[in-house]
């Protein structure tokens, strides 16, 4: 058997909560998110990122949305004791006042955060996460964000809605002053499968726009996530297109370990759990994203 090379890992993301405030039309969490169940301690997170090499490798914690896990703090904590990057991918609709979490944060070390952002417009917005005043919530915390040392960064789903305006959602977002806009491709799994119909864009279409979007220069960095033909998925150097398995791994509530966030929902994509840290599988047909043929 072929298991991963534990010192070309630089990333994992992280499932550490299955409730969120929001019901995004696209939202590949939703079966978690209905069960609203974890099935591992913090010890068991432990136990298998001691097999890592902390100094090169970013946490980044998700969900449903990761503020919302009781232990998220500890967890960070945790993690940092360790010596690694800890980043969020959130949404900072919680409830909660948006400075206090921002401080929280802060005390407890967090690096970074990538905050989902499906518009310039709020109202667009938010009827993608079919939740009024989302918006407003997200563009708090990446505006005060830099205030408490934490580098802000947006996520950008292509969807049905924004495809087309993407140039000007860009400008609009670019005035921001983040440090960096992430732009993913739409996968359809999860609530995507039962509105695709509203938010739906084929494959090529998005090769096609992101290629438009490569050409043109903005004062934020614009990455790619999901078009390794085009750009290396990852945003940083690497000898992978893909970083899915070679550079990257996904754990998901239960603790089962995929190749990344696209292929979660792939019973037969599973490569290992964090039960098990020192047999997980590298997989030698890494087909990733599974809408690409075109």
Same mark, same amino acid.
């Given at each position: 058997?072929?298991?991963?090379?534990?010192?070309?890992?630089?990333?994992?993301?992280?499932?550490?909560?299955?409730?969120?405030?929001?019901?995004?039309?696209?939202?590949?969490?939703?079966?978690?998110?209905?069960?609203?169940?974890?099935?591992?301690?913090?010890?068991?997170?432990?136990?298998?990122?001691?097999?890592?090499?902390?100094?090169?490798?970013?946490?980044?914690?998700?969900?449903?949305?990761?503020?919302?896990?009781?232990?998220?703090?500890?967890?960070?904590?945790?993690?940092?004791?360790?010596?690694?990057?800890?980043?969020?991918?959130?949404? +900072? @609709?919680?409830?909660?006042? !948006?400075?206090?979490? /921002?401080?929280?944060? =802060?005390?407890?070390? #967090? %690096? $970074?955060?990538?905050?989902?952002?499906?518009?310039?417009?709020?109202?667009?917005?938010?009827?993608?996460?079919?939740?009024?005043?989302?918006?407003?919530?997200?563009?708090?915390?990446?505006?005060?964000?830099?205030? +408490? @040392?934490?580098?802000?960064? !947006?996520?950008?789903? /292509?969807?049905?809605? =924004?495809?087309?305006? #993407? %140039? $000007?959602?860009?400008?609009?977002?670019?005035?921001?002053?983040?440090?960096?806009?992430?732009?993913?491709?739409?996968?359809?799994?999860?609530?995507?499968?039962?509105?695709?119909?509203?938010?739906?864009?084929?494959?090529?279409?998005?090769?096609?726009? !992101?290629?438009?979007? /490569?050409?043109?220069?903005?004062?934020?960095?614009?990455?790619?996530?999901?078009?390794?033909?085009?750009?290396?998925?990852?945003?940083?150097?690497?000898?992978?297109?893909?970083?899915?398995?070679?550079?990257?791994?996904?754990?998901?509530?239960?603790?089962?370990?995929?190749?990344?966030?696209?292929?979660?929902?792939?019973?037969?994509?599973?490569?290992?759990?964090?039960?098990?840290?020192?047999?997980?599988?590298?997989?030698?047909?890494?087909?990733?994203?599974?809408?690409?043929?075109?």
């Amino acid at each position: 058997m072929n298991y991963i090379n534990f010192n070309d890992i630089n990333e994992v993301h992280i499932e550490v909560s299955s409730r969120c405030l929001l019901k995004c039309l696209h939202c590949s969490s939703h079966s978690m998110i209905i069960e609203n169940k974890n099935y591992y301690e913090l010890e068991n997170l432990e136990n298998f990122l001691k097999v890592f090499k902390s100094s090169q490798c970013h946490l980044y914690i998700t969900g449903g949305e990761p503020l919302l896990a009781p232990e998220i703090y500890n967890i960070i904590a945790k993690c940092k004791t360790f010596g690694f990057k800890v980043g969020l991918f959130t949404t +900072f @609709n919680t409830g909660e006042n !948006i400075e206090k979490l /921002l401080m929280q944060l =802060n005390d407890v070390g #967090l %690096d $970074d955060f990538y905050v989902s952002i499906y518009d310039c417009c709020a109202d667009l917005h938010d009827n993608i996460t079919q939740t009024e005043g989302s918006f407003s919530n997200s563009l708090e915390a990446i505006t005060k964000a830099k205030s +408490f @040392n934490i580098s802000p960064k !947006i996520n950008f789903v /292509l969807l049905k809605s =924004n495809i087309f305006r #993407l %140039d $000007d959602i860009l400008n609009s977002l670019d005035l921001l002053n983040t440090d960096e806009i992430r732009i993913l491709k739409l996968v359809k799994h999860g609530s995507a499968m039962n509105n695709w119909e509203t938010i739906g864009i084929e494959t090529q279409l998005q090769y096609h726009i !992101i290629q438009t979007i /490569l050409s043109k220069k903005f004062n934020t960095p614009i990455t790619i996530s999901g078009f390794p033909v085009l750009k290396n998925c990852r945003p940083f150097k690497s000898k992978w297109a893909c970083g899915a398995n070679n550079t990257l791994l996904y754990i998901d509530n239960k603790g089962d370990i995929y190749p990344c966030a696209s292929q979660k929902n792939q019973p037969a994509r599973k490569i290992g759990t964090i039960f098990d840290p020192l047999h997980i599988i590298r997989l030698e047909n890494n087909s990733t994203c599974f809408s690409d043929n075109f």
